[in-house]
Every structure is written in structure tokens, then in C-alpha cells.
């Protein structure tokens, strides 16, 4: 696509259920990060895939948070037992390259728990 | 643990004032970028710099990279309403993430 798209844009889910988080980054692109920005911060790396493959989950705050991206392309980012302290906008960003490319990010989505 | 802070954190001014954004660290980074972000959109992309001393201009913003490549700031002349936003350095030690900095919020007042 023309660029990288996130949906939903917004989720509002309670306390202790599943999400998933879709990200179809920019066809061609084989980097894929994800990130989560707390409201007026700077995004956090959470985690980065070169292809299929998690290159480096380092970011990943917890056992309940997990990601996949099966054919290389599109990307899940999945939160089990969410809890209010995850709410917060998930930033999906893609690549040409692995090292010193340049990022498109996605819009986001907005998470919150209730 | 490599940390981008960027100072101030918060910057209100008037429509056609200049203003300067640092974003600061103890690390040394190979490149370092800038983005803006508006409301409910990802950062886009200003500039990347890479060399030590590199300055570089985007019509009425400047911005350098310091010479030991721990340090920026982006210098905005002459401000317009649609300067609003956050702006995000990001530093690149040649690994395949960027770290972001912690951002500065400016408001442009017409």
C-alpha cells in the first residue's frame, strides 16, 4: 500500500480481556517495528521484525504482550489480560532497510482500558 | 540503557518568533533524525543527519547535529501556526532501532 495502515485507529477494551493490533506496513518494506507512546512522550521500541522473524523483543514490557508477523508482511501485536497501565497508542513503523533507514509510521491505535 | 532528552519540554510562543529545540544525550549516535507529530498521526519524518558539525535547513527550520554526535537542535524562524505540534529527535547507533527522545510540545499562537 501507499503507506503503513493501522487499525482499528481506536479500541476501548476492559480490564483483563485480549486485544490485537493490526499493522500492514509498506508493500516491499522487510523491517517492521512497533511502539507504544504514552500521551506528550516519545515512542517506546517495543519490538522489531526483519521478515518473519523477531529480530529483537527486548521492548516487550511483559509476558502478556506477544507479536507475529507469519508471511513477512502484515504484523499482529497481541496483549493478553490487558490492564489499564497498557493503555496508551501503538505506533507501527516500516522500513526498506534493516540499519539507518528511515521510518513510515503509521497513525496508530489508540488502546484503552477501562 | 541510551537516553535522547530534548529540552524544553513544553514551548507556547507567538505567531513570527524563533525558537530553538535540543535534544541531548551521553551516548554517541550515527545519525539522528527529527519528526513532528500531530494529533492522532505517526511522526513524520523532518530531517537525518549523520555527519559531526552537519547542519541542515527545511525552508525556515534548521537543524545541526553537534560535533561529537551526542547532541542537536532544531531552529525554527519566524513561527507559523501550522509549526504545531511535538517534535521527536530520534538517535540511530548503528543498530536497526532508532530511540526516540522524550519530545518537545510547541504551540504556535496566531
Known amino acids: 500500500g501507499a503507506g503503513v495502515s493501522q487499525t482499528p485507529s481506536n479500541k476501548v477494551t476492559e480490564k483483563g480481556k485480549y486485544v490485537e493490533l493490526r499493522c500492514d506496513p509498506i508493500s516491499g518494506h522487510t523491517a517492521l517495528y512497533w511502539y507504544r507512546q504514552s500521551l506528550g512522550q516519545g515512542p517506546e521500541f517495543l519490538i522489531y521484525f526483519q521478515g518473519t522473524g523477531a529480530a529483537d523483543d527486548s521492548g516487550l514490557p511483559n509476558d502478556r504482550f506477544f507479536a507475529v508477523r507469519p508471511e513477512g508482511s502484515v504484523s499482529t501485536l497481541k496483549i493478553q489480560r490487558t490492564e489499564r497501565g497498557d493503555s496508551a497508542v501503538y505506533l507501527c513503523a516500516s522500513s526498506l532497510t534493516r540499519q539507518g533507514s528511515s521510518y513510515t509510521f503509521g497513525s496508530g491505535t489508540r488502546l484503552t482500558v477501562v | 540503557t541510551q537516553l535522547l532528552e530534548q529540552s524544553p519540554q513544553f514551548l507556547s510562543i507567538q505567531e513570527g518568533e524563533n525558537l530553538t529545540v535540543y535534544c541531548n544525550s551521553s551516548?554517541?549516535?550515527?545519525?539522528l533524525q527529527w519528526y513532528r507529530q500531530e494529533p492522532g498521526e505517526g511522526p513524520v519524518l523532518l530531517v537525518t543527519?549523520?555527519?559531526?558539525?552537519e547542519v541542515k535547513k527545511l525552508k525556515r527550520l534548521t537543524f545541526q547535529f553537534g560535533d561529537a554526535r551526542k547532541d542537536s537542535s532544531l531552529h525554527i524562524t519566524a513561527a507559523q501556526p501550522g509549526d504545531t505540534g511535538l517534535y521527536l529527535c530520534a538517535g540511530h547507533s548503528g543498530t536497526y532501532k532508532y530511540i526516540f527522545g522524550t519530545g518537545t510540545r510547541l504551540k504556535v499562537l496566531a
Open positions: 551516548s554517541v549516535f550515527s545519525s
Open positions: 543527519v549523520v555527519t559531526g558539525g
